[in-house]
C-alpha cells in the first residue's frame, strides 16, 4: 500500500511506503492548562504599616483540555467534516470548563472527552491508522472500576 508522501505539523516527513496490512501509529498527547480569576497578582494597596492577611483564594478556575497529534496539531474538524459527521458533536479539539460550577475533573470526564470526541475525531483525520494516546501522570488517571479490589482498602481483620 503506498500512501502519500507528506510532512507532520512538527516537519517530520511521513512515512511514504507500508508493507500490506500494516498501519501507521499516530501519537496523540492530552494536556490541560489552569486559568484562574486573581491568577499573578502580586500587588494591593494598603496603608503606610499596615499588614494584612492575605487571601490564599485565587479566584474561580477555568479548564483548558485539549488532545493534539504531530500532524495537525489540535485534534479538530473542519467545517465540512462536522457538516458531513454531525454525530460527533462539536468540531473543537478542547473543552473548557468551570470548576467551580461542574465541580472536579474526574476519570468520568476525561473518558467521555476520549470516547466521544478524540476517538472520533481521531478516526476521521486519521484513516487506517492506529491512535497511541498519552497521558501525564494525574492521579486523576490512576482511577479504577468501582468494583475493582484494591489492596490497600481491603480489611485484613472480620468487620
Request: proline fraction near 3%.
Amino acid at each position: 500500500m503506498t500512501k502519500k508522501k507528506g510532512v507532520y505539523y512538527d516537519g517530520h516527513e511521513r512515512p511514504d511506503v507500508l508493507k500490506l496490512g500494516e498501519k501507521e501509529l499516530v501519537q496523540v498527547t492530552h494536556n490541560k492548562c489552569h486559568f484562574y480569576a486573581n491568577d499573578g497578582q502580586q500587588k494591593i494597596w494598603i496603608r503606610e504599616n499596615e499588614d494584612i492577611l492575605r487571601s490564599k483564594y485565587i479566584g474561580h478556575l477555568i479548564m483548558v483540555l485539549a488532545f493534539l497529534c504531530s500532524c495537525h496539531g489540535l485534534l479538530q474538524l473542519s467545517d465540512e467534516q462536522l457538516q458531513v459527521n454531525p454525530h460527533i458533536g462539536n468540531k473543537e479539539a478542547f473543552v473548557l470548563r468551570s470548576i467551580q460550577t461542574d465541580g472536579y475533573w474526574k476519570s468520568e470526564h476525561m473518558l467521555d472527552q476520549l470516547v466521544h470526541q478524540a476517538i472520533p475525531k481521531f478516526e476521521l483525520l486519521h484513516p487506517r491508522c492506529i491512535g497511541v494516546f498519552c497521558f501525564d501522570q494525574s492521579t486523576n488517571h490512576n482511577a479504577m472500576a468501582a468494583d475493582a479490589l484494591i489492596a490497600s482498602k481491603i480489611n485484613l481483620s472480620p468487620g
